[in-house]
């Protein structure tokens, strides 16, 4: 098939199911909507799925799946104590360090020890769960809504990572790796200033 | 409104509405598109910025690889520190003139066509970045999504060495590099414009 026209095929499927999204299919599904695509509401939490994902995608050339497992286990673990923890701990400020530290991962050294990888993977889900669950209401809503959180975090860093590991496997070239390089400088500078306006806020200094 | 009046109004109002709009913006932009602009419009209002981003591109590609694409890394992740510093409150010394002199060092480095080794150039870059950092941190609007403003702030700075490399990659020919080398002049002369306002 023609390169235009399945560049075409794939918008006009992206648009399409924005159309749907005027009411829910089920009744009482919207909440999973809403928990599936809140990662992508927050532009800290997508800052940290971006720099997440590149890594993963960039490091692993095996053992992603226990990563990735790793997410799924500590976003269900935050999930579950966020409902205990959310108010003590200052989940915002360890989400920007961690941005800070993946990004300067994307550009520091070119290899790194496995459980490195499976740590940061489990911190990045448990630190986005922590600022995923709805406000109090019934038990069953606030459960599917949680399943959507678990799922759209989960599938966000599993399809993100996949996606650079393609990428990658397709296009072994020098600009892309550079791309992606400068691309981790950017996330981690972001992620540097994000941190200093929040301290600086909570601090009173600004 | 008369349909005879409404002939000439109608067609008059959507200019004279189209030319007022820019009183509209004499507010400080608030929200996540807001920040966004303010960030990525902060460095380019700065002549003195621009120049040495500008700079730090065309040494890059100047230099050639891996140069061409570490300073351009190495450059955001310094500035984004002496921001931090500058959001923070931590006085730093002489922005302004070290802010200049990024721009007269830089300069003279294409225009001499210097090749330090990787390391120094590195250094250097980032030394500077820090002043640019903090200039910025220093300025941020009140009202400003801090967010938003980061991404465009470093959106903004990427792009400005991104133009600096393409126009450094002009020194593959002769007539390029002679190019290349005269805006490095350019650069470094302009520095000593902001030196002599900054003293």
Redesign the interface.
């Known amino acids: 098939m023609n390169p235009l026209v399945r560049l075409l095929m794939a918008l006009v499927l992206t648009a399409a199911p924005l159309l749907a999204q005027a009411h829910s299919p089920y009744p009482g599904v919207r909440g999973f909507y809403v928990g599936a695509l809140h990662p992508l509401t927050t532009?800290?939490h997508v800052?940290l799925i971006l720099a997440i994902s590149i890594l993963l995608g960039l490091r692993l050339t095996e053992g992603r799946m226990r990563c990735l497992a790793t997410v799924f286990a500590a976003t269900a673990l935050g999930l579950v104590l966020a409902f205990v923890l959310a108010s003590y701990l200052p989940s915002s400020l360890f989400i920007l360090l961690l941005t800070t530290l993946v990004g300067?991962l994307i550009?520091g050294p070119t290899s790194l020890p496995g459980w490195s990888l499976v740590v940061l993977s489990g911190a990045c889900g448990f630190l986005l769960a922590l600022e995923s669950i709805p406000d109090p209401g019934p038990f069953l809503d606030v459960l599917i809504t949680v399943t959507g959180s678990l799922v759209g975090i989960h599938y966000l860093i599993m399809y993100g990572s996949r996606a650079v590991r393609h990428g990658l496997e397709r296009w072994d070239s020098?600009p892309l790796q550079?791309g992606i390089?400068?691309v981790?400088?950017?996330i981690?500078?972001?992620g540097?200033?994000?941190?200093?306006?929040?301290?600086?806020?909570s601090t009173g200094?600004? | 409104m008369s349909p005879r009046c409404s002939r000439f109004t109608a067609p008059l109002s959507l200019p004279l509405l189209v030319l007022l709009s820019p009183l509209a913006l004499g507010h400080t932009e608030v929200g996540v598109v807001g920040g966004f602009i303010s960030g990525f419009l902060h460095p380019i209002y700065g002549p003195d910025h621009v120049v040495a981003m500008v700079a730090v591109g065309l040494w890059g590609a100047f230099l050639g690889s891996p140069a061409i694409w570490l300073l351009p890394v190495v450059f955001p992740l310094v500035m984004a520190f002496g921001g931090a510093l500058g959001v923070l409150g931590v006085p730093l010394p002489g922005v302004e003139i070290g802010i200049a002199a990024s721009a007269i060092v830089l300069g003279l480095m294409v225009l001499l066509a210097v090749r330090p080794p990787l390391w120094v150039a590195a250094v250097l870059v980032g030394a500077f970045g820090i002043f640019h950092g903090h200039a910025h941190g220093t300025e941020l609007p009140d009202a400003s999504n801090p967010l938003t403003y980061a991404i465009g702030f470093v959106l903004a700075t990427g792009l400005m060495h991104l133009a600096g490399i393409a126009f450094g990659l002009l020194a593959g020919s002769p007539a390029g590099r002679l190019a290349v080398r005269s805006a490095g002049g350019l650069i470094s002369a302009a520095g000593l414009y902001f030196l002599a306002g900054a003293l």
């Open positions: 532009p800290s800052l300067g550009i020098g550079i390089k400068v981790g400088s950017w981690a500078a972001i540097l200033l994000m941190l200093a306006f929040t301290l600086a806020g200094i600004a």
